[in-house]
Every structure is written in structure tokens, then in C-alpha cells.
């Protein structure tokens, strides 16, 4: 069965912190790798991967995809107290254009 | 464009009523998905339709669910008779090249 795990399940940091979240997965035909954040409302787009070992990059947030290791990491600098949110993985199936998404992580920044 | 738009944003119902939920996808976008959120259980895919054809259903809890799309622009989620455990976050989501957009979402609420 396909599944997207993410670790850890909830992190409490300072500001000024660097978080890693982490994304494994085992899906049949991967298309793509994408990651959310989520605060009060609706998951926002952050990335889309497709290609292991590109960076992409946007502020304070980066992420990188490792398709021989099946996972794929989100870095945040610098950590904000707005960076509080839950951050969720997602993975898209190619043959059926299904996203299968994992628990997500909790991201807490303390002032 | 305006995203994804949901409607209502927020629907209080009794025990045994019929609930619809409504959705309107990003114009252009070929795929379109009904997800529940829930702190217990995380965000999970109930059907998603590609070319408004139903792909997979599997993840409707049961009978009394249903969704249909009669067009393109248009696809509702209803459930009767709802009950309390239905009470949820129910989000439409809609994408055309992997990268999948969500609506603000239905906060429902079953007394």
C-alpha cells in the first residue's frame, strides 16, 4: 500500500532555530513530491520536486528530494514565530493522479 | 483568479440532515479532489475526479456520501443522513500539472 510518513510528528523551537522535517514515502509510480503549509486555514503550495538532488529554494525555506532514498527534507532558517504551522507532505501517483499525504509535522516557534 | 472557491465556509446541521457541500475549481484545472480533515485522523482523500470522471472513490466512508461533478466547473460532496462523526473540514482541491491547489474549505459541524 502506498504510504507518505513524515517525522517528526510535532517540534518546539526558539526563534532564530533551524528545523529539518523529514518525508519518506513508498509510492508505486512517484510523479512528484510536494510540500504544504498549513496554519488556521487551507494548505498553502511551498515546493514541488520531481528530480533528486535539486534544491529549491524560496527565503528562509529550501527543499530536496532523494529519489534513490525514497525521502525528501524541509529546512527552515532562522525560524520565525509565523513559521508555526503544520507542514504536510504529499506525494502525486503518476498513474492515477492520486496525492497520498502524510500526517504532517507540527511546527511550533516560540518568541 | 479566485482559486478554488468553497461554499458554505461554515454549515451547522442536526443529526440526520442532508449536508452539500459545494465546490468550484480553478478554471483550466482537469482534476478535482474532495478531502477531510480531522485532528484524529489528519487530511484524508475521499474521491477526486480527473476530465469530471469519477477515478477513485475508495475513500468515501459509506453509502451515505456521494459526490458528483456534471461539469467542469462545478462539483458538490453531499451526505445523508449526516451524523456527529461526520464533523470535519471537508476541502475541494483542484490541479492541472501536479501542482495542486486547495479551497479555503467547509468547517462542518453535525450536532
Known amino acids: 500500500e502506498d504510504k507518505v510518513v513524515q517525522s517528526p510528528l510535532s517540534l518546539v523551537v526558539h526563534e532564530g532555530d533551524t528545523v529539518t522535517l523529514n518525508c519518506s514515502y513508498e509510492?508505486?509510480?512517484?510523479?512528484?513530491l510536494l510540500w504544504y503549509k498549513q496554519e488556521k486555514k487551507a494548505p498553502t503550495f511551498l515546493f514541488m520536486l520531481?528530480?533528486?538532488?535539486i534544491e529549491k529554494k524560496s527565503g528562509r525555506l529550501s527543499s530536496i528530494l532523494d529519489k534513490k532514498e525514497l525521502f525528501s527534507i524541509l529546512n527552515i532558517t532562522a525560524t520565525q514565530t509565523g513559521d508555526s504551522a503544520i507542514y504536510l507532505c504529499?506525494?502525486?501517483?503518476?498513474?492515477?493522479?492520486?496525492?497520498?499525504f502524510g500526517t504532517g509535522t507540527r511546527l511550533k516557534v516560540l518568541a | 483568479d479566485a482559486g478554488v472557491i468553497q461554499s458554505p465556509r461554515h454549515e451547522v446541521t442536526e443529526m440526520g440532515q442532508e449536508v452539500t457541500l459545494r465546490c468550484k475549481p480553478i478554471?483550466?484545472?482537469?482534476?478535482l479532489f474532495w478531502y477531510r480533515q480531522t485532528m484524529m485522523r489528519g487530511l484524508e482523500l475521499l474521491i477526486y475526479?480527473?476530465?469530471?470522471?469519477?477515478?477513485?472513490d475508495s475513500g468515501m466512508p459509506e453509502d451515505r456520501f456521494s459526490a458528483k461533478m456534471p461539469n467542469a466547473s462545478f462539483s458538490t460532496l453531499k451526505i445523508q443522513p449526516s451524523e456527529p462523526r461526520d464533523s470535519a473540514v471537508y476541502f475541494c482541491?483542484?490541479?492541472?500539472?501536479?501542482?495542486?491547489?486547495f479551497g479555503p474549505g467547509t468547517r462542518l459541524t453535525v450536532l
Open positions: 482541491a483542484s490541479s492541472l500539472l501536479s501542482e495542486q491547489f
Open positions: 509510492v508505486t509510480n512517484f510523479r512528484s
Open positions: 520531481t528530480s533528486s538532488g
Open positions: 504529499a506525494v502525486e501517483d503518476r498513474g492515477t493522479y492520486k496525492y497520498i
Open positions: 478554471s483550466g484545472h482537469n482534476s
Open positions: 475526479f480527473n476530465n469530471n470522471v469519477p477515478i477513485d
